[in-house]
């Protein structure tokens, strides 16, 4: 039985990487609607926002400080 919305859960993401665990989610049948994506490093960051423009990732924000 899938209690989600229809637009997704909303996600927070901490030391998100590349966001490997979020495409798994959706891969796994998981709908996310937003996602707060949490890296600091900035090539990870980079990767991550180039992977939400492609539309490979849940639309969302990226932070780089998680305070």
């Known amino acids: ?3 989600t919305p ?3 859960i909303n ?3 901490l030391c998100t ?3 490997g665990i979020e495409l798994g989610m959706e891969m796994a049948g998981t709908k996310i609607g937003r996602c707060v994506y949490v890296e600091r490093d900035a ?3 980079a990767v991550l926002v180039k992977n939400i423009e492609a539309g490979a990732l849940a639309p ?3 932070h780089t400080n998680v305070e």
């Open 1 to 3: 039985m899938d209690n």
């Open 6 to 8: 229809e637009h997704g």
């Open 11 to 13: 996600l927070l993401s």
């Open 17 to 19: 990487g590349y966001g």
């Open 43 to 45: 090539y990870a960051a």
């Open 60 to 62: 969302g924000v990226v």
